[in-house]
């Protein structure tokens, strides 16, 4: 039988030239030159990055470590103050005149409250303005110096922060706390003292997020809040954007002192800039090598497409050979592809017996379904008809007119047993089957079955794996029933992926239970519904349109015939697992053939 090419086939000139698969070929050779180079581009950028990151990260701590060692140094001053003998003695005024003669900056100033919050002394500038309750509740408790967060002085646009210290109690002075306040320019002129590198900006924000100072913009930007300033560890790098919108990233450190966070950050167009210059790079070089794998791929190309192209028109045409050519290992495709010629048909041949035989199945357990429900009504007629004849028995024998209906009845009684009858011949005769059962290799059977099953897999997406058991003994069973139970399981395990992205088959043998081999079909579909489960295998239940309902029943007749057990399973990562067993008694010693009567079932 010739196979010519099918209908509405693609036309001869679809799909892309020789010279572009040449192409594509001569630009794979060149691609580890061009992964080489982009490896060395991208390692440059990596350098670069890592460089801006390392910058970043030992700035914020510079910062970070700038700001414990200017604040540690104020809060010894006001753990010294607050010790003071005139403090203890309760003297304010003799306090007041000690601290004028102090050697302090006209930015700072000190407040000392009592234990009502009352204002027993103020240097001049300062006031309840500069105040923080939940700091001083601080102080107070631990008895160490704290630091506030930023402060409104009074004035517009003027912003401080403070270390509140516990006067400690003696005599008189219980419960009072004595607070340094200073203004955050003070913290502008840190930061300007640390010379950053010309494109990272600094900030420093408080516990709440608020921005105390900044290398640039300070004015502007001093006393407004960031969102996502309070970061949850100690150091680090993010990302996120600044005041204006635009996109940064960012290193930043925390003040063990005081709970301020140090942050050192750079537009993210800076930092990303070697990495786009090395794509540039890159993306020129690709160029490159494309055009001269284009050039290469038009040289070669003349020389092999005539080979190649006599071996496409044999096969357009249909033919069941290709004619031979120079080149060897063009010959070996034709003789690959004369080999599948004849193995296709091959397969069409067994297909259609498949076909056939399940046909036949359908019938017999179409007849077998019939044959159950027509004896029920015959069973009731013939019980009726007993009963109507024992009815006339009786009124026969008194009045003979009666005698010609009891024996209609009888006669009606006879053909509705007979009938009877012979639907359980013919429901027997449909529950057997008539095929020949040999010793097989199980794994064999599989494979041939499988590749039935799935001829047109690779046009629907399928991944197959088959994991055959080593070294299983030979099982004595009908190649044909077994066959259709495979190619069954498995079209409906494709069937049921046809409308998921993954499509993953396996097909596994394996040793079962003492005496049995199992075979198990494993899909990724979209399994079985759980109103459908409790009568899966029943006949006429199916969820295709236009299905008969009968396959699974089929195949479970034909598996428990043979001695065997079908059951299905949901697959743990989705879809259904159906697994059959078959039993493998004494098979060293089993005949090649096995008759008739001493079959399974």
Same mark, same amino acid.
């Given at each position: ?27 794979? #050779? ?25 910058e970043a990260r030992d700035a914020a701590r510079r ?26 003695? &309760? ?50 408790? +631990? ?28 005599? !008189? ?5 004595? $607070? ?5 320019? @003070? ?18 924000t408080d516990r709440e997020g608020a921005v105390l100072?900044? $290398? ?32 940064? !990233? ?5 003040? @063990?002192?005081?709970?301020? +966070? ?55 045409? &249909? ?7 120079? !080149? ?32 036949? =199945? ?7 379904? #019939? ?7 015959? +069973? ?139 075979? @198990?079909?494993?899909? +990724? ?15 006429? =239940? ?18 428990? @015939? ?40």
């Open positions: 039988m010739r196979i010519g090419s099918a209908p509405g086939r693609a036309p001869r000139g679809a799909g892309r030239p020789l010279a572009w698969y040449l192409g594509l070929l001569c630009a794979t #050779l060149l691609m580890p030159l061009l992964a080489l180079e982009v490896f060395l581009l991208a390692d440059i950028a990596r350098s670069e990055r890592a460089r801006h990151q390392v910062i970070a470590v700038s700001l414990d060692r200017g604040l540690a140094t104020l809060g010894a001053v006001a753990e010294v103050l607050a010790s003071s003998d005139h403090l203890g003695e &309760g003297d304010v005024a003799g306090f007041q005149a000690r601290i004028r003669l102090l050697p302090r900056g006209r930015e700072m100033h000190i407040v000392l409250r009592d234990a009502a919050g009352r204002i027993l002394l103020a240097t001049d500038g300062a006031g309840e303005a500069a105040r923080d309750p939940l700091t001083e509740q601080a102080a107070r408790s +631990t008895g160490r110096p704290h630091f506030s967060g930023l402060l409104h002085t009074g004035e517009p646009g003027a912003f401080a922060f403070a270390v509140t210290v516990a006067v400690p109690e003696r005599g !008189v002075a219980r419960g009072w706390l004595l $607070s340094l306040g200073m203004p955050v320019a @003070e913290l502008d002129r840190l930061l300007a003292r640390e010379g950053l590198p010309a494109d990272l900006t600094a900030t420093v100072a900044r $290398s640039r913009d300070a004015a502007r930007l001093v006393g407004t809040r960031r969102a996502g300033a309070v970061p949850a560890t100690s150091e680090g790098w993010q990302r996120g954007r600044d005041a204006d919108g635009e996109p940064i !990233v960012m290193a930043f450190a925390r003040s @063990e002192i005081a709970g301020w +966070t140090a942050w050192a950050f750079m537009p993210e167009r800076a930092f990303t800039a070697p990495l786009r210059r090395s794509l540039a790079i890159a993306a020129l070089v690709a160029l490159l090598f494309a055009g001269l794998a284009s050039l290469l791929a038009l040289l070669f190309a003349h020389r092999i497409t005539r080979p190649i192209s006599a071996l496409a028109e044999a096969a357009a045409r &249909g033919a069941d050979a290709a004619p031979a050519t120079p !080149v060897r290992e063009v010959n070996a495709l034709a003789e690959a592809y004369a080999a599948a010629r004849t193995e296709m048909q091959r397969l069409r041949d067994a297909q259609a017996a498949m076909r056939h035989v399940a046909r036949l =199945n359908e019938m017999g357990t179409l007849a077998a379904a #019939l044959a159950h429900e027509i004896n029920q009504p015959l +069973t009731a007629a013939s019980t009726f008809s007993a009963a109507a004849l024992r009815l006339l028995g009786d009124a026969a024998a008194r009045d003979p007119a009666l005698e010609p209906a009891r024996e209609a009845m009888q006669e009606a009684a006879g053909q509705a047993v007979q009938a009877g009858r012979i639907v359980r011949r013919l429901r027997d005769f449909t529950a057997a089957s008539d095929g020949e059962r040999r010793a097989t290799d199980l794994n064999h059977l599989v494979r041939e079955a499988v590749m039935l099953a799935l001829a047109d897999a690779r046009q629907r997406g399928i991944s197959l794996r088959f994991d055959p058991a080593a070294e299983l003994p030979p099982v004595v069973l009908d190649r044909v029933q077994i066959g259709q139970v495979l190619v069954n399981l498995v079209r409906n395990a494709v069937e049921a992926m046809d409308e998921t992205s993954r499509r993953d088959l396996l097909i596994a043998t394996r040793r079962a239970a003492p005496g049995f081999v199992e075979v @198990e079909v494993a899909d +990724t579909g979209a399994g079985v519904a759980a109103e459908v489960r409790t009568r899966l295998f029943a006949a006429f =239940n199916t969820t295709k349109p236009g299905g008969m309902g009968i396959g699974l029943a089929i195949s479970r007749g034909i598996v428990e @015939e043979h001695g065997g057990r079908l059951s299905w399973a949901p697959n743990p990562g989705g879809g259904s697992v159906f697994r059959f067993t078959l039993p493998v008694g004494a098979m060293d010693d089993a005949p090649a053939q096995v008759e008739e009567g001493t079959r399974a079932g």
